[in-house]
């Protein structure tokens, strides 16, 4: 890719929304290989694949961030990619997931409140870097688990065109 402006960005209509519906989660394959089109979209995956479990949310309590690290000294740019997930209701079952994500090397799919999907981990894969599992204090605090998986990245999230050349599992 040339280092060349070719483009502007010119304002849409004022109909976005922010927030993530759901995210998909599988184990991170370095066999994963991945169609990209003209305009970066993934259109197609091959290689090693791997089955993705979905992980529903709530409203507004999914968030998927992006942040370009750049450095003029260094001559280097890399994309940082957090995603925040609250999974509600603690028991076993949530504290033994809370363990798998916490060790696990991942690959991860969003899914935002536009229906756009997103891939993040595309060649390094995700990480675990905080969670807490707790009960809340008063009655409309949360009881369950706040998790962040971290992915870093040569250039930003790949949007998927169809989401149906994935492998999704309730």
């Given at each position: ?16 929304i ?16 991945y169609?990209?089109d ?14 993705y479990?979905?992980f ?16 003029t000294?260094?001559g ?9 997930v609250?999974l509600h ?19 991860v ?27 809340g204090k008063?009655?409309?605090?949360m ?28």
């Amino acid at each position: 890719m040339a280092c060349l402006l070719t483009t502007g960005y010119q304002l849409g209509c004022r109909d976005s929304i922010g927030g993530i519906q759901e995210i998909y989660i599988a184990n991170f394959s370095s066999g994963a290989t991945y169609s990209l089109d003209a305009n970066d979209n993934i259109t197609g995956v091959g290689g090693v694949t791997a089955s993705y479990y979905t992980f529903e949310q709530e409203m507004e309590t999914g968030q998927f961030d992006q942040t370009g690290e750049y450095s003029t000294e260094m001559g280097t740019v890399f994309f940082t990619q957090d995603v925040t997930v609250m999974l509600h209701k603690n028991d076993a079952a949530l504290r033994n997931q809370l363990l798998v994500l916490s060790q696990a090397n991942m690959s991860v799919i969003i899914l935002d409140q536009r229906g756009e999907y997103w891939l993040i981990g595309y060649q390094n894969g995700v990480r675990t870097t905080a969670g807490a599992m707790n009960t809340g204090k008063a009655f409309g605090d949360m009881n369950g688990v706040t998790i962040t998986l971290q992915g870093k990245e040569p250039e930003p999230a790949y949007r998927i065109d169809d989401i149906s050349i994935f492998t999704i599992t309730v």
